[in-house]
């Protein structure tokens, strides 16, 4: 399928609110992908206004990394798109590179953006990466929250993390990227075939699993969906409840008792997140609005602050103290603040 102008427009303004001038910082690895995203973009803006800047992050994981993204950089000259190349300094990696070389990369386009005034970043995550992300978590054994996968609209420190492509395949991103902007030659990063890499491993089983079981990314993508309409139902409802158990200091043990388990694992989620955020200092450190503490750890400190005996837990850098009114305290630690465990799980 080829993706129209209009068609395009029609994504990307689900995912715009505000009314305020839209600037984009777009993540470039030089893929067709972020290459196509970058074109549509550029077309967007040159029909509906706004400001757009690509970044393109070269890790130095491959030798030719930087030699290979000058053609990329050639054509954003031609077209007019101001650009920026951000290098990740790193010494010898000999483990979890994926994860090191993502956190790396967000940084290094966070950097950009704030230089740029930019209040949207739009990376070109498509359906099937949505579909590796669903099996990835559904293999670790993730509940609901964890298998609503991808979102296409995210809270990233101060702006708005977008991901228009999410509803297309990678080959609707490169049908258009030849058929509406003539453009057949782009980065090919062959990390993309390597079996080592989880990710990797699940895309090459995809033929196999949407021909066979009809595990598609259209029939993933609509129980997604679905999981995450349930997942907005239960933050809706914890956001109701939240208030008559938490009054900014004191949660009221027994209102907590009477909420199911999953209920009382997000509430104890949202009072962190709320006590963290509102204290500066931890703020600045941590960006934990963006973070989502491990579900078994959630219910682990769930369970235990409402057994009979419970007294005082340490979690999340926060002390949960029961008092006199056997209601719970939530204070900071008095402890130099160090950072938190956090999983994407």
Request: with cysteine; charged share 25%.
């Amino acid at each position: 399928m080829i993706i129209s102008s209009k068609l395009f427009t029609d994504e990307l303004q689900k995912l715009i609110t505000s009314d305020a001038e839209q600037c984009f910082v777009v993540g470039l690895s030089g893929g067709a992908d972020s290459l196509c995203l970058t074109m549509l973009l550029n077309e967007y803006i040159a029909n509906n206004g706004g400001k757009l800047f690509a970044c393109i992050v070269d890790h130095k994981l491959r030798p030719q990394s930087s030699t290979e993204i000058v053609p990329i950089i050639e054509l954003l000259k031609q077209i007019g798109i101001d650009h920026c190349v951000k290098i990740w300094n790193h010494g010898n990696i000999t483990s979890n590179i994926e994860m090191k070389a993502r956190t790396a990369r967000y940084d290094l386009l966070d950097e950009y953006c704030k230089e740029v005034n930019a209040n949207f970043l739009c990376t070109a995550h498509h359906a099937l990466d949505q579909w590796e992300t669903f099996f990835m978590r559904l293999s670790r054994g993730s509940g609901l929250r964890g298998l609503t996968s991808i979102n296409s609209i995210t809270d990233f420190r101060n702006i708005k993390l977008i991901r228009p492509l999410l509803t297309f395949s990678p080959i609707d991103l490169k049908e258009t990227l030849q058929q509406r902007f003539s453009i057949d030659s782009y980065v090919y990063d062959e990390m993309n075939d390597d079996p080592k890499y989880e990710r990797v491993r699940w895309r090459k089983s995809y033929n196999t699993l949407s021909s066979e079981y009809n595990l598609t990314t259209i029939n993933i993508g609509q129980t997604i969906k679905r999981l995450k309409l349930a997942n907005d139902c239960l933050n809706y409802i914890t956001t109701n409840v939240l208030s008559n158990v938490f009054d900014g200091t004191y949660i009221n043990v027994q209102i907590f008792k009477q909420q199911p388990l999953d209920l009382q694992a997000r509430i104890l989620d949202r009072i962190v997140q709320n006590v963290l955020n509102n204290n500066k200092a931890t703020q600045s450190l941590h960006n934990v609005h963006n973070r989502i503490i491990s579900y078994e750890l959630l219910v682990r400190i769930a369970k235990e602050i409402t057994t009979k005996n419970f007294k005082a837990t340490n979690f999340a850098r926060l002390v949960f103290k029961k008092d006199r009114t056997k209601n719970i305290m939530v204070y900071h630690e008095q402890r130099r603040i160090r950072p938190l465990c956090f999983t994407d799980k």
